[in-house]
């Protein structure tokens, strides 16, 4: 019958895990905490950039037309502005629909703007722009306000910079974070290996004097490190899920969310891309936790 390696070395690895229990669930604690610790920020960072995201489809830079300007040249202003680069969308608000929201925000005082009809609108005709990223919104400003008939332009830039700010600062600590716990996972992945390495130490040496080959002796103590960075990614996929769904649901209940207008991205929209993160983090860490600890036993 033919001898299977790779079931051997398969087999050995799976009964490393079992046979080791202490060791097993000490690494599990570690890589499923170094997991969770690195999902937060994940979510965190999935987040704050779909609420950039939102904000890009949402916010506005208003460009207000000079009180002279003519019907005709309120088109064209408009059609000007669409060519900006940098420029998503635009909306023509008139001063009608200027004053009709103006009315809306003082509805229980509405009678402060009676006289304003017609020929007394003191409002001005608008444009509602929306960008194609939020970090032109200077950039566009700029050019648009170099066109004709441009009275002025109203924007929430400070806001605008708060989000990318925030962002970019969300990307830039979960990098640092995730590359401290990886150090540590791996650090403590090989030491725990390492003790079943070392216990095993006279089986490595008599399997070395009857030729088994490095790789032969070292894959099944890298499987050993995989399947239990497997183990530890689906055990922190679920827990991370459990608890962001039910955090996410009480939020998205608040009066706060509602108040914003903003939403937040569904964890089955982020499934894939987090077990993918978790998979490659769990099999990367356990398998280069392994090979670190073999190195001094595999020395020829």
Known sequence: MKYNILGYLIGEGFSNVFKNKKSTGASLMIMCATMII??????????????????????????????????????????????????????????????DQMKQKFSENEELLEGYEGENNIFTASYVVTLTDLNLSGQVQEE?????????????????????????????????ILVLLVVISIFIIANTIKLTVHARRKEISIMKYVGATNG???????????????????????????????????????????????SLVGFSDMFSSIIVVYMLLGIG????????????????
């Open 38 to 99: 690195f999902g937060v920020f994940l979510i965190l960072g999935e987040n704050i950039n779909h609420f950039v995201q939102e904000v890009e489809e949402a916010q506005g830079i208003q460009v207000f037309a000079t009180d002279e300007a003519t019907d005709e040249q309120i088109q064209k202003l408009g059609e000007d502005i669409q060519k900006v680069n940098g420029v998503n969308t635009i909306e023509y608000k008139s001063k009608e629909a200027a004053l």
């Open 144 to 176: 648009i306000s170099k066109l004709d008939n441009v009275k002025k332009i109203t924007s929430s830039d400070e806001t605008v910079s708060t989000l990318i700010d925030l962002a970019n600062g969300v990307k830039i600590v979960t990098g640092v």
């Open 216 to 262: 032969f002796i070292r894959w099944p103590f890298i499987v050993e490190g995989m399947i239990i960075g497997i183990i530890a990614s689906a055990i922190s996929i679920v827990l991370v899920a459990v608890a962001y769904n039910f955090i996410a649901e009480q939020m998205v209940n608040s009066q706060f969310m509602k108040m914003v207008g903003v």
């Open 285 to 300: 860490i356990g398998a280069l936790g392994s090979i670190i600890s073999m190195r001094k036993y595999l020395k020829v």
